[in-house]
C-alpha cells in the first residue's frame, strides 16, 4: 500500500447522523466478486434516480464536490453491515478520509486497512465542519492533526498501529504473517 | 484472583500475543464462518501471495445471501436467474475447492444462513471465538462465544494466519429483569434495549447480556437477542452459558460428546461473569414493562409499542426525512397502517420456534388479500422440521409462500425484493432506507407481530389474536 502522510482537499458535507453501510453501498452492487470499481455505485439510491440520471440536488453530484477527498458525515457514520464494499466504493470515488463524531466499529477498522482515514472529532469542530462545506483541510497523519482555517490545529485520535501502517506502507497481512512462530506455540499450548 | 467478566475470560484465552501501546493484539480465531458475499475478495488475495489457508479445520463455508429460495432455481430445475448471483455462488465453490474448505454448497441438505446453521450443527460452543464477514456473527454469542463481525481483508487474515489485529473493547453490562408479558417476544426485548441505547451506543463495547430474563430464555431466544446487538453499534454480545445451552448442544453432529464433552462442560462451567466483576458501562431494563415493539423510521432504534404513536420531534431533521420516506406522519397510530408485505425468516428470527409461534397464529385463518407474506425458513433443516411437524401446510393453506432458506428479503441480494414504496413487516434486523429493495418500507417487528399484521392486513398488535 502507498504510504499516507498528509491529504490537503475541499470537504464534502453529508450531516445526516447514523448513515448506514447499505446506503454507501446497496446490497445489490455486493454481488461481484472484485473489489474495483465501486465508486461508481457509491451512495447509488441517493445519487441516481430509477432511471439512472444524476438526482441534481444531492451533494456528490454538484460541481463543488469535484476531486474532493474529505467526506464530513454527521454522528455515528457507517453504521450496519460489515460489507468492506462501503470502503472500496468511497475510496474508489476519490475520498481519503471521512470525519465524523462517530464512526462505526467494523467499518472503521476496514477503512484503516483501504487507506481511508476515519477521523473522530468532537461535536465542536464538528459543527464548524458541518456549517463550512467546501472548506480546505489539511490532514496530517503523522502529527495526527486535522487543520481547519479559521479554527487551527485540531488532535485527533488514531489507532497506533494502523497509523504506522499507514505511514510506511506496510501492510497489516504481512504484519500478521510474521507472527506465525507465536501462532504456533500458541496453538501448541492451547490444543495439546 | 481479581473477578472477571466473560468476555475477559474469552479475550484473555484467545490472546496469542496481548496487546501494547503500539501493537494491537493478535488473537486467536477458533471458528471461521465463510460465506459467498464477503470471502471472494479474501481467496483472491490468498492467491497473489500464493499461500494457503492455515487451518482448514477450523473453517467452514456456506451459501446463503445470494442463493435462490425458489425450489426450481435451487435444485437446477432452471437456471439461477440472476447471473451476478450464479457467479458468486459458483466462486465460492471453486474457492473451496481450490483450498479445500469444507462447504454445505447450494444443493446440501443442511445449508441455510450461516449463523443459524453453526449453531444447528453444534459448530458453535461456549468459550470459542468465532468471527465471519458478516455483521451478524454476533449472533453465536448467545452461546458464550466471543463472536463478531469482520470485513473482508479480515477474511483474509483469518484465512491466512486463523488470527486477528484485535484493540480490547470496552464492556456493557446490560441486566434484564421481569418476565416478558405474553406476546412479548425476545425480538420485543432487543429492539427496546436498541432503543434504549440508540444505534451507535454499543459502539466500541461488548454487550453482556444479564438477569434472570435473559436466564429464562431459549437458546432460539437468546439468539435472536444477541443477533441484533450490532444493531446497538456493539462488538458483539454474550450470554453466558449454562444448562440450557449445554441441553441445546447435546447430540449436535459436530458438539463434543462423551469424554470430550466432560472435559468440555467443566471449561464451560468457568465462563460466566464472577460475581463482582466490573463492566466499563451497565444498563437495566425491566422486561415486565415492555409491549410488542414495531419500528417507524429508517434505522432500528427508531422504534414505538406497537399500541403507540409515531414520535412528534418537530426540530429533529432526521427524523423528518426517516417518516418522509417511511410515507408515515408524527403522531399517527401505528397500528392500522396498511401493509403489502410480511417477511418472516432471517438470522434474526428464521428457526423452527419462530415458524411454530407464526404458525400458531395463523392456523384456521388467511393471509388478507393483497399481501405477500414470505416464510423462509432459515436453513434446510428447519424447513424439514417445519414440514413434519405440518407448518408448511399451515403456512400455504392460509397464503403464504413457502421458501427454500437463505437471507432472502432481509436485504434481497437474490432478487425476493420489496416494491417500491410498499410496506413490509419483517422479522428481519435492518429497515435501512433500500434494504429490502429501493423504495421499500421496513417496519421491523416480532413473528407474531408480523404474523398478526399479515392476517389483518395492516400493523396488528398480535395479543389480539392470543387468548
Known amino acids: 500500500m502507498e504510504p499516507i502522510r498528509t491529504i490537503r482537499s475541499r470537504t464534502v458535507v453529508m450531516a445526516r447522523t447514523n448513515i448506514d453501510t447499505d446506503q454507501i453501498m446497496p446490497a445489490r452492487f455486493l454481488r461481484t466478486t472484485t473489489r474495483e470499481g465501486l465508486g461508481q455505485h457509491l451512495f447509488a439510491d441517493w445519487r441516481y434516480d ?3 440520471n444524476p438526482i441534481a440536488d444531492f451533494v456528490l453530484n454538484t460541481p463543488e464536490a469535484a476531486g474532493c477527498q474529505v467526506l464530513v458525515a454527521g454522528h455515528n457514520f457507517a453504521c450496519g453491515s460489515s460489507r468492506e464494499h462501503a470502503p472500496w466504493g468511497l475510496y474508489d470515488y476519490g475520498f481519503r478520509a471521512v470525519i465524523s463524531t462517530e464512526i462505526a466499529d467494523i467499518f472503521r477498522s476496514n477503512s484503516l486497512k483501504n487507506g481511508l482515514l476515519p477521523i473522530i472529532v468532537d461535536e465542536a469542530t464538528h459543527a464548524a465542519l458541518i456549517a463550512a462545506p467546501g472548506t480546505e483541510v489539511t490532514i496530517d497523519l503523522e502529527r495526527s492533526t486535522l487543520d481547519i482555517p479559521g479554527v487551527g490545529a485540531v488532535a485527533f485520535v488514531i489507532e497506533a498501529f494502523a497509523r504506522y501502517c499507514l505511514l510506511n506502507g506496510v501492510d497489516e497481512t504481512g504484519y500478521l504473517l510474521a507472527q506465525s512462530r507465536a501462532i504456533d506455540a500458541y496453538e501448541q499450548r492451547a490444543f495439546a | 484472583m481479581s473477578a472477571l467478566t466473560l468476555f475477559e475470560k474469552l479475550w484473555r484465552a484467545h490472546e496469542v500475543v496481548a496487546e501494547t501501546p503500539e501493537t494491537p493484539a493478535v488473537l486467536y480465531i477458533d471458528l471461521h464462518l465463510i460465506h459467498e458475499v464477503t470471502s471472494p475478495q479474501a481467496f483472491s488475495m490468498l492467491r497473489s501471495r500464493g499461500i494457503g489457508v492455515r487451518r482448514r479445520e477450523r473453517t467452514f463455508a ?14 437446477g430445475a432452471v437456471p439461477i436467474r440472476m447471473e451476478s448471483a450464479a457467479h458468486q455462488i459458483h466462486e465460492l465453490e471453486r474457492n473451496c475447492a481450490d483450498f479445500q474448505v469444507e462447504l454445505l454448497g447450494l444443493k446440501h441438505a443442511r445449508r441455510g444462513i450461516v449463523h443459524i446453521i453453526g449453531p444447528e450443527l453444534g459448530l458453535t460452543q461456549p468459550g470459542k471465538t468465532i468471527v465471519c464477514g458478516d455483521s451478524h456473527t454476533s449472533t453465536h454469542g448467545a452461546f458464550g462465544a466471543l463472536a463478531f463481525g469482520i470485513g473482508t481483508t479480515e477474511v483474509g487474515h483469518v484465512l491466512a494466519t486463523q488470527c486477528l489485529l484485535q484493540r480490547k473493547p470496552k464492556t456493557l453490562g446490560v441486566e434484564v429483569e421481569g418476565p416478558l408479558p405474553a ?18 451506543g454499543g459502539t466500541g463495547h ?17 439468539m435472536t437477542v444477541c443477533n441484533m446487538s450490532i444493531e446497538a453499534g456493539a462488538k458483539a454480545g454474550l450470554i453466558a452459558p449454562d444448562e440450557t445451552t449445554y441441553e441445546f448442544l447435546q447430540g449436535r453432529e459436530r458438539a463434543p460428546s462423551g469424554a470430550a464433552l466432560e472435559r468440555a462442560l467443566e471449561s464451560w ?11 466499563d458501562r451497565t444498563l437495566s431494563i425491566d422486561a415486565s414493562r415492555l409491549a410488542p415493539m414495531i ?7 427508531m422504534s414505538v409499542a406497537v399500541t403507540g404513536t409515531v414520535p412528534v420531534r418537530l426540530d429533529d431533521r432526521v427524523h423528518t426525512k426517516a417518516l418522509e420516506y417511511m410515507g408515515l406522519t408524527a403522531g399517527q397510530p401505528i397500528l392500522g397502517q396498511p401493509i403489502e408485505y410480511a417477511f418472516l425468516g432471517s438470522c434474526t428470527n428464521g428457526r423452527l420456534s419462530d415458524l411454530r409461534a407464526a404458525a400458531g397464529l395463523l392456523k384456521g385463518r388467511k393471509v388478507a388479500r393483497g399481501v405477500t407474506f414470505l416464510v423462509v425458513p432459515g436453513s434446510q433443516e428447519i424447513k424439514r422440521e417445519a414440514e413434519a411437524e405440518g ?5 400455504i393453506e392460509a397464503g403464504a409462500d413457502w421458501r427454500e432458506s437463505g437471507c432472502s428479503m432481509c436485504l434481497g441480494m437474490n432478487g425476493d425484493l420489496v416494491t417500491k414504496g410498499a410496506y413490509c413487516v419483517s422479522t428481519s434486523n435492518r429497515n435501512f432506507e433500500g434494504r429490502q429493495g429501493v423504495g421499500a418500507r421496513t417496519l421491523l417487528a416480532s413473528p407474531i407481530t408480523a404474523t398478526a399484521s399479515a392476517i389483518a392486513g395492516r400493523i396488528a398488535d398480535p395479543r389480539e389474536l392470543m387468548n
Do not use: C, W
Not at chain 2, 391 to 395: E, G, I, K, P, T
Open chain 1, 50 to 52: 430509477a432511471l439512472g
Open chain 2, 62 to 75: 456456506t451459501m446463503d445471501h445470494s442463493t435462490p429460495t425458489d425450489r426450481a432455481q435451487l435444485f
Open chain 2, 183 to 200: 406476546g412479548v417476544t425476545a425480538k420485543d426485548l432487543v429492539l427496546a434495549i436498541i432503543h434504549t441505547l440508540g444505534v451507535g
Open chain 2, 206 to 222: 461488548v454487550l453482556e447480556y444479564l438477569g434472570p430474563t435473559i436466564r429464562a430464555l431459549s437458546m432460539d431466544e437468546r
Open chain 2, 269 to 279: 462451567r468457568q465462563l460466566p461473569t464472577d460475581a463482582g466483576a466490573r463492566f
Open chain 2, 295 to 301: 419500528t417507524y423510521g429508517t434505522n432500528p432504534g
Open chain 2, 391 to 395: 407448518l408448511d401446510r399451515v403456512f
